[in-house]
């Protein structure tokens, strides 16, 4: 059995190292690309409640039509910041829920909560059930606050990644001899990494499911790891 040259082992071990370090810019870039999916998504719903709110209360709309768009609105949000989340944050977001809730099933749950679990919403005044119609615009425009929390929580975190890769990328310029290749080298490598953590989950995705969360965020690791090992090697 062939063993490799001391060179050959030395740039195998740097090409591995450097692969690890850029996993640092690829669950950065992860972690700050699903908090601000996330901060906006907050963002457009709660702005949405509050303008169907203002013109039931107005008058301009009925409260029983002001709640299916709501309720419409907030699964269509849903679904397009889901789009702009990661494949990680979005098979961890169909994890926790794979599909907003029907008006009916909405009008079920508000009966039950403000009435009783025997209320019927069908025999409740006019009174009673428009505040269940404002219930469910109210509540569209609130987020998981847990979820929000920890989103918040990975946006400084994913930050803190980012700002470590590119110390690394910057001390690796300064201590090499030639800063405008090790410049290019350090940009190509990052990217990669993180082009092939995308693309790593979303083939965990298929493999496994959309909400496969541990399977997906394998697959983007191993995606970026491979990705970043390659380009490392063509250098």
Sequence with gaps: MEHGTPNDDQALFERTIKSLEAEISNAGAHMAIDARARSLYAQEIRSMSAKLRADATAGRMTWSAAALQAQETRNLIM?????????VGRAFAESMKKKGLSLNQLIALKTVELHGEHAVFARLSSAKQNAIYASIVTSAGKSNAHVTRAMKTLRYAGRGLIFMALALSAYNIATSSNKITAFQKELAVNSAS??????????????????????????AFAGGALAAFGTGHIW
Aim: one cysteine or more; aromatic letters at 2%; a positive charge.
């Design 79 to 87: 679904e397009i910041f889901r789009t702009k989340s990661t494949p």
């Design 194 to 219: 993180i082009a092939g953590g995308i693309g790593g989950g979303l083939l965990a995705g298929l493999a496994c499911g959309p909400a496969a969360p541990i399977c997906v965020t394998i697959g």
